[in-house]
């Protein structure tokens, strides 16, 4: 106790130290400036390869797909085609697109798998209630479907 108050230094300072932080208190947090949304295309990359790579259940794209895309896409999750099992995860390498018509996409992306690249393409339509849909789905240039009989 004998050292702190026979300590030597200016007396009479009794402000703190100057701030140097620029924020003010109770200024609440800082606007953060809006970001553009993803690109349909790029969402529904994402959404296909969760599905195929077994991080989400078929049926939580079910909303998302209309006529034949929920067909092809069911064939390939039976087939297990990007499951990777013990293996290194799926991922995204580029996505592309191409506009055949207003309210359309065809979509093409590659997918890594460890070493191995996969094609994915799929067709996206816009609905009346203006919400995209998946109508078409093919990974790695195989057919969605097996042929029927009479069928080529």
Same mark, same amino acid.
């Given at each position: 106790?004998?050292?702190?108050?026979?300590?030597?230094?200016?007396?009479?300072?009794?402000?703190?130290?100057?701030? =140097?932080?620029?924020?003010? /208190? %109770? @200024? &609440? $947090? *800082?606007?953060?400036?809006?970001? !553009?949304?993803?690109?349909?295309?790029?969402?529904?990359?994402?959404?296909?390869?969760?599905?195929?790579?077994?991080?989400?259940?078929?049926?939580?794209?079910?909303?998302?797909?209309?006529?034949?895309?929920?067909?092809?896409?069911?064939?390939?999750?039976? =087939?297990?085609?990007?499951? /990777? %099992? @013990? &293996? $290194? *995860?799926?991922?995204?390498?580029? !996505?592309?697109?191409?506009?055949?018509?207003?309210?359309?996409?065809?979509?093409?992306?590659?997918?890594?798998?460890?070493?191995?690249?996969?094609?994915?393409?799929?067709?996206?339509?816009?609905?009346?209630?203006?919400?995209?849909?998946?109508?078409?789905?093919?990974?790695?240039?195989? /057919?969605?479907?097996? $042929? *029927?009989?009479?069928?080529?």
């Amino acid at each position: 106790m004998q050292k702190v108050m026979n300590r030597r230094g200016p007396r009479g300072i009794t402000r703190p130290p100057t701030r =140097r932080d620029t924020r003010r /208190p %109770g @200024a &609440g $947090p *800082r606007r953060v400036p809006p970001q !553009v949304p993803p690109h349909p295309t790029e969402l529904f990359t994402q959404r296909l390869l969760q599905v195929l790579s077994g991080d989400r259940p078929l049926h939580w794209f079910a909303r998302h797909a209309a006529h034949q895309g929920f067909d092809d896409l069911l064939w390939l999750v039976e =087939r297990r085609a990007l499951l /990777p %099992g @013990a &293996g $290194p *995860r799926p991922t995204v390498h580029g !996505v592309g697109h191409f506009e055949p018509a207003p309210g359309s996409y065809e979509v093409f992306a590659r997918i890594a798998v460890g070493p191995r690249l996969h094609a994915l393409a799929f067709r996206l339509s816009l609905g009346e209630d203006h919400r995209w849909r998946c109508t078409a789905v093919e990974l790695g240039g195989r /057919p969605p479907r097996e $042929p *029927r009989n009479g069928d080529e």
